[in-house]
Nanobody, 119 residues
Framework: VQLQASGGGLVQAGGSLRLSCVAS?????MGWFRQAPGKEREFVAA????????DYADSVKGRFTISRDNAKNTVYLQMNGLKPEDTAVYYC????????????????WGQGTQVTVSS
């Protein structure tokens, strides 16, 4: 599975961005992770491709929304109310297993897109 992430950029605190991840084919679970400088890569959001199950990190609940467009084989991460602490490189990932949020169980990764939130 090849994943192509896009949509990052520079935004002021309180602003919004939408990240996109185009997949060469669908996997059971699609996820978004992020990695800030000097920190480990962390879970942000995940969903089953069928859309029946979603989960979010506590730090983004109520602000971020994961969704997908079946016709375009694309998964989105809508990010509202951005905060400086959301600054990171964001990665989309795919897992052929059952629903999971454990980054170790995601086999396929996109190249990452930088999100920078200024205060």
């Amino acid at each position: 599975v090849q994943l192509q992430a896009s949509g990052g950029g520079l935004v002021q605190a309180g602003g919004s961005l939408r990240l996109s991840c185009v997949a060469s084919r669908r996997s059971f679970t699609m996820g978004w992770f992020r990695q800030a400088p000097g920190k480990e890569r962390e879970f942000v959001a995940a969903m089953t491709w069928g859309g029946s199950t979603t989960d979010y990190a506590d730090s983004v609940k109520g602000r971020f929304t994961i969704s997908r467009d079946n016709a375009k084989n694309t998964v989105y991460l809508q990010m509202n109310g951005l905060k400086p602490e959301d600054t990171a490189v964001y990665y989309c990932a795919a897992s052929p297993r059952g629903f999971t949020v454990d980054r170790k169980t995601f086999d396929y990764w996109g190249q990452g897109t930088q999100v920078t939130v200024s205060s």
